[in-house]
């Protein structure tokens, strides 16, 4: 079978009217749409936003500046379209689901006064304190990928072409520092940062608590991955893994987020190797991690915004990037026909 | 009367639903968006580019590596919507109207394929090899700078709000490597790049040109500032620098491009200073001398993708992310409201 390769890629992208390459990184950018597509004609819409919801027990022993309740208002607020993520989506026409995997409360049906789809999937009310014991069982662990994967089949059959992942979890930088340490061999300095704002303290409170939770997955033992990965995981992070598991597996083009979202990704990667083939990074976060995190997946960050805010925020905002990219590469004049109409030597 | 400042926008922007500047550079945007149009509640629609062209006799000099057919090439390619100006325009509603200030060969009224407005308005069939005589005389400098102060009035006309200028004129990085130097203090070594596509000999070639024309101006003295600069200028740089000049004038907010571009605004701010104080400089160019001129201007460039094509390739691309801005300032709800439904502490 012909594979399309980053040279058929340039090949094309060299041959439009305008100097070869002149494009910067906007080249880079449609060379990698392509390859992931396997087409020199890729598409970008239609697209879809997941936003996954969940909380985490570590948050009582002090890792975050915001309380546990402010997830739940987050997701109301998104409801409503207030929401950073939810102001881009509309911006950039991402259709957006919010799926509830694990909050303390419930909400059943809010309809909000947006048009923004909410979904109640909870598998628990929050995760188990990582601090303490394993945050969640295999069996947890399990169903939460199951959410994620079953939003990833419907994206498919609405027609999606690019999907993005978003979280919402005060706290979840926790866990996804310690699958950072744990799945993408970060150094625990580095992977550890002040996620939506924790202080000096906070920060030293969290690098101890990180430290002592991977050391016990570790302990579990590679011949257990599930339960040593699920044991520092947060609900909405194993429900984006399913989804861009799935998402890879039905020839998505994912767009992937900050520090959280690529906590996720290492997860997809471990449990289902090649996944990050169908993955853009659409930002470097922030967060100190994020770098090499995102060199554990060999995945190359777009725009350098110092964003931090979670909610798939940094993957709408490369959206209109792509959409560029992927004009650029199927809308141009080539040299050829230039050079045909009047003679450039 | 009453002047927004940055803190003041920066009061607001704090205030949204997110942890404080955790948008980061967005935020940076948006509040430079806000000063520069005095309000919190910035409009970045309707908007329009336009593309003023023009011809350099310097390129009989061996200074780019395309001969000036191109730019007509380009203008036929540009007004059928083929160009990555016009697919750029198009995926991001940018209005665009194509103004020839002087190429070698006028079209008469050519209305292509494309819904592109094109306008002529040739000064003279290109610029005079500033390598042996000055480029323009103080009155076609004159009449290329009314040609783009006209456009500005149009556009204003209109009701755009945002106004990006982009050029087509090959042979065009040579004039502003001069204007670089002469207005900007940018250095000889690192005011002459590549351009697009300038092999190392071309570039030593351009270096020695660019020396000399630049003595050649300096000669003029600082009384003839006009004839100072037209001697080393390009049609379409006059035009720009006019049409940035009557847009500041009339309070539009201006998107600059690359290193033409902000070769054009030096002009403008060296004639009419406070101008630079309505930019927002898009991009920084993969031309070497992009930055300090920027620096010259007190700008900050936002994206740094390499890009080098000119066009306003580099304007367009920000503008969905300027877009994001806006729509983060004017539509998200604020804490002070999530509060009050909820009590986050």
Redesign the interface.
């Known amino acids: 079978m012909f594979e399309l390769q980053a040279h058929h890629a340039w090949q094309h992208l060299d041959g439009?009217?305008?100097?070869?390459r002149?494009?910067?990184?906007?080249e880079g950018l449609a060379c990698r749409l392509c390859v992931i597509q396997q087409t020199l004609e890729p598409r970008t819409t239609p697209r879809r936003l997941v936003l996954f919801a969940g909380d985490h027990g570590v948050v009582a022993s002090g890792v975050s500046?915001?309380?546990s309740?402010?997830t739940?208002?987050?997701i109301?607020?998104i409801v409503?379209?207030?929401?950073?993520s939810t102001?881009?989506a509309?911006?950039?026409q991402a259709e957006t689901i919010v799926v509830n995997v694990g909050t303390l409360h419930g909400f059943g049906n809010i309809a909000g006064s947006g048009t923004i789809a909410y979904r109640e999937a909870r598998v628990r009310a929050g995760t188990r304190n990582l601090d303490h014991e394993p945050a969640l069982t295999v069996e947890e662990f399990e169903q939460a990928l199951a959410v994620g994967r079953e939003e990833a089949r419907a994206a498919a059959q609405s027609g999606h072409r690019v999907v993005l992942a978003g979280e919402m979890g005060i706290g979840n930088t926790t866990p996804s520092a310690c699958l950072a340490m744990l799945l993408g061999n970060v150094p625990l300095h580095e992977a550890v940062g002040p996620g939506?704002?924790a202080d000096a303290a906070a920060i030293e409170r969290k690098r101890a608590i990180v430290e002592r939770a991977v050391a016990r997955s570790r302990s579990v033992g590679p011949s257990q991955p599930r339960q040593a990965i699920a044991g520092v995981a947060g609900l909405e992070i194993a429900a984006m893994a399913g989804f861009y598991m799935e998402s890879h597996r039905l020839n998505l083009t994912i767009l992937l987020d900050g520090y959280v979202a690529t906590a996720a990704a290492l997860i997809a990667e471990h449990l289902q190797p090649g996944t990050a083939g169908s993955m853009l990074a659409a930002h470097l976060s922030?967060e100190p991690g994020h770098r090499r995190a995102l060199e554990a997946l060999n995945l190359k960050p777009w725009l350098?915004?110092?964003?931090?805010?979670g909610e798939g925020?940094g993957a709408?905002?490369l959206l209109?990037?792509l959409?560029?990219a992927a004009?650029?590469t199927t809308?141009?004049?080539t040299l050829a026909s230039?050079q045909a109409?009047?003679?450039?030597?």
Chains 1, 2 share one sequence.
Do not use: I, N
Not at 22 to 26: E, K
Not at 304 to 309: I, V, Y
């Open positions: 439009l009217t305008k100097p070869s002149s494009l910067g990184q906007l500046a915001w309380p309740e402010v739940g208002l987050m109301q607020t409503d379209g207030k929401a950073a102001v881009f509309r911006q950039f939506a704002g922030a350098e915004w110092q964003l931090r805010l925020t709408l905002l209109p990037l959409d560029a004009a650029m809308q141009m004049a230039l109409a009047g003679g450039a030597s």
